[in-house]
């Protein structure tokens, strides 16, 4: 069990989300990040679509108590354990009675924290993401709170064996596995924010002023930014001529401009169909580089093919392949 000390900025409990109902109007919601979850996840034994903490920007403080093998992936929000820094992307086991802490953002917004086993919330929807404005999933539907228990279940057979290879060779609260993941895979950390995107249906509809201007300028993400959407300040867009556009669809990075002619990027708890036009999709492969940007950040908007963005995802995929087979080796070995 994990008792919340303090809850930070806001800490929720969140899954790959809840897929499958979008079509009777429920939300998604799950992850911000998708790819710093499954590896935390995967470090720790887990599978990937265990419920892990999303942590966004100020991190809380949480009391272990019990031992418990961990892992923190995303962004580097300066996790300490006992006053000693802890590295990201690796497994860590803590030792009962430790204080986990997080400090000022160093580089990213959202940070996930794994524990083998898994933590214990119920299922809603076949999922265990937070909904905020619904007050469903998680942690009795809402952010954590000073004084929340939060429980983890027993790590599995491949867990315990790097629980117990790590046992025996500590001599502090915690340690850490000397291995970790290929930079190739997580290079999405950097400072870059370019973000490339796929052609929206409506991007004919603007002015060749405002499709070359969303190219070519910077677009900074506001303070009103949050997890159903980023709203982002820049030149304003405008259409050609006025189009009433019909609700349709939506999805995780589709960008719409409304009649201020600021966009808008759809996040993890977007709505479920929208009504305005529509200027480009983000592509899968950037979205954990989208979820890492805080206010402040300038984006900048790159257009590439449908096909260039499925060899990307097919690239990115066969890297996290490589990857889970690694762990599983590594975890199988029960050690370095």
């Given at each position: 069990m994990i008792s919340v000390i303090k809850p930070g900025l806001l800490t929720t409990i969140q899954d790959l989300g809840r897929s499958g109902y979008q079509k009777f109007g429920v939300v998604a919601s799950?992850?911000?990040?998708p790819l710093a979850h499954r590896i935390a996840n995967l470090l720790v034994g887990n599978d990937e679509n265990a419920a892990t903490m999303e942590i966004t920007l100020l991190g809380p403080t949480l009391l272990f108590h019990k031992d418990a093998l961990?892992?923190?992936?995303?962004?580097?929000?300066?996790?300490?354990?006992?006053?000693?820094?802890i590295r990201l992307w690796r497994t860590v086991f803590v030792k009962s009675g430790s204080m986990l802490k997080f400090g000022r953002a160093v580089k990213g917004c959202r940070a996930y924290l794994s524990v083998a086993g898994g933590f214990l919330v119920p299922t809603v929807m076949n999922?265990?993401?937070?909904?905020?404005?619904?007050?469903?999933?998680?942690?009795?539907?809402?952010?954590?709170q000073a004084g929340d228990k939060i429980p983890f279940g027993s790590?599995?057979?491949?867990?315990?064996?790097?629980?117990?290879?790590?046992?025996?060779?500590?001599?502090?609260?915690?340690?850490?596995?000397?291995?970790?993941?290929s930079l190739?895979?997580?290079?999405?950390?950097?400072?870059?924010?370019?973000?490339?995107?796929?052609?929206g249906r409506h991007c004919d509809l603007f002015t060749e002023e405002s499709k070359e201007i969303f190219f070519k300028e910077c677009f900074e993400v506001t303070p009103?930014?949050?997890r159903m959407g980023y709203r982002l300040n820049g030149p304003k867009l405008v259409l050609s001529n006025y189009t009433e556009i019909i609700s349709e669809a939506v999805t995780f990075g589709t960008i719409q401009v409304p009649a201020d002619g600021n966009p808008i990027i759809l996040m993890a708890d977007?709505?479920?169909?929208?009504?305005y036009p529509i200027i480009g999709q983000v592509i899968t492969v950037d979205l954990p580089l989208l979820a890492q940007a805080k206010p402040g950040d300038c984006l900048h908007f790159e257009e590439i093919?449908?096909?260039?963005?499925?060899?990307?995802?097919?690239?990115?995929?066969?890297?996290?392949?490589?990857?889970k087979q690694g762990i599983a080796f590594k975890f199988n070995e029960g050690g370095d």
């Open positions: 799950g992850v911000m990040d961990i892992a923190i992936c995303g962004a580097d929000l300066s996790p300490t354990i006992n006053g000693k820094p999922s265990k993401s937070t909904y905020l404005r619904s007050k469903i999933g998680g942690f009795f539907g809402r952010a954590f790590p599995s057979k491949r867990s315990q064996k790097m629980i117990t290879f790590l046992m025996e060779r500590i001599t502090d609260d915690f340690i850490e596995n000397k291995w970790t993941i190739d895979l997580i290079s999405y950390q950097n400072n870059s924010k370019k973000i490339r995107i796929l052609r009103q930014s949050d977007r709505q479920t169909t929208g009504g093919s449908l096909e260039e963005a499925h060899v990307l995802y097919l690239n990115r995929e066969r890297k996290v392949r490589i990857m």
